[in-house]
């Protein structure tokens, strides 16, 4: 079994940073993409950011050039930079994996809320 586990998230204003972490643990042969998603009230669940091993990363359109994701395989953490913050970023972030070439294993989510 694999476990994600996030922190990192809080309370910014508008125009500030936060950094996201993800660890993963448990039994992990590979990880093939890692990743963070999101999900505002009331709005579907959302690709934010993902780093496929040895493939490049992907963004969503909204968040290009505000929020880099980057990797420590060593350490099987991902992370995400997330500056420039707007109050349309608030939402509950997941952590996201694709490991042992098997299946999709998620986070239980942080908050993140910006005030404007």
């Known amino acids: 079994q694999v476990q994600l586990v996030e922190s990192g998230g809080g309370l910014v204003q508008a125009g500030g940073s936060l950094r996201l972490s993800c660890v993963a643990s448990?039994?992990?042969?590979?990880?093939?993409?890692m990743g963070w998603y999101r999900q505002a009230p009331g709005k579907k669940r959302e690709l934010v950011a993902v780093?496929?091993?040895?493939?490049?990363?992907k963004y969503a359109d909204s968040v290009k050039g505000r929020f880099t994701i980057s990797t420590d395989r060593a350490k099987n953490t991902v992370y995400l930079q997330m500056n420039s913050l707007k109050a349309e970023d608030t939402a509950v972030y997941y952590c996201?994996?694709?490991?042992?070439?098997?299946?999709?294993?998620w986070g239980q989510g942080t908050q993140v809320t910006v005030s404007s």
């Open positions: 448990g039994t992990i042969f590979s990880i093939n993409v």
């Open positions: 996201y994996g694709h490991m042992n070439g098997l299946r999709d294993y």
């Open positions: 780093i496929p091993s040895g493939g490049d990363t």
